[in-house]
């Protein structure tokens, strides 16, 4: 297994954090004088959308890859170390920040479900990056 290059990893941050942070700021500066299509319109929009441009994502890396996957189904295992490292990483975090504010049993199983619902769609486009190059792989 090869090691990733600093650079690779500087890339997909800058591609998949920095530059959509950028953008988002750069929408809402161009749409000041519009408030009310930007909260009542374009942010809904977004917010629920997410989850349908995610599946796309995914179905999409599976559809380009299904071939190599079911002709190599050892490579499932070693995608399952980084996706259960993830998800307990995440698990873990949630908890002892929940435990350390005191949160109740209810507000910790909604801080951990939004933790991961919210990492993993960054977790997806790292990989993406770090597979293919780049989103336009997509």
Same mark, same amino acid.
């Given at each position: 297994?090869?090691?990733?290059?600093?650079?690779?990893?500087?890339?997909?941050?800058?591609?998949?954090?920095?530059?959509?942070?950028?953008?988002?700021?750069?929408?809402?500066?161009?749409?000041?004088?519009?408030? #009310?299509?930007?909260?009542?319109?374009?942010?809904?929009?977004?917010?629920?959308?997410?989850?349908?441009?995610?599946?796309?994502?995914?179905?999409?890396?599976?559809?380009?890859?299904?071939?190599?996957?079911?002709?190599?189904?050892?490579?499932?295992?070693?995608?399952?170390?980084?996706?259960?490292?993830?998800?307990?990483?995440?698990?873990?975090?949630?908890? #002892?920040?929940?435990?350390?504010?005191?949160?109740?049993?209810?507000?910790?199983?909604?801080?951990?479900?939004?933790?991961?619902?919210?990492?993993?769609?960054?977790?997806?486009?790292?990989?993406?990056?770090?597979?293919?190059?780049?989103?336009?792989?997509?």
């Amino acid at each position: 297994m090869e090691a990733v290059s600093p650079s690779t990893i500087i890339e997909s941050i800058v591609m998949v954090l920095v530059i959509p942070f950028a953008m988002a700021h750069l929408t809402r500066y161009l749409l000041k004088n519009k408030q #009310t299509f930007l909260n009542d319109k374009l942010i809904p929009f977004f917010s629920s959308a997410q989850i349908i441009f995610l599946a796309l994502a995914i179905t999409a890396m599976f559809a380009s890859e299904g071939s190599y996957l079911i002709n190599n189904l050892e490579i499932i295992y070693i995608l399952m170390i980084p996706v259960l490292l993830f998800f307990v990483i995440n698990f873990v975090v949630a908890q #002892t920040v929940g435990k350390a504010l005191k949160f109740s049993y209810e507000d910790t199983v909604s801080l951990n479900l939004t933790v991961i619902a919210r990492n993993s769609p960054v977790a997806v486009m790292m990989v993406i990056m770090r597979h293919y190059g780049s989103p336009s792989y997509l």
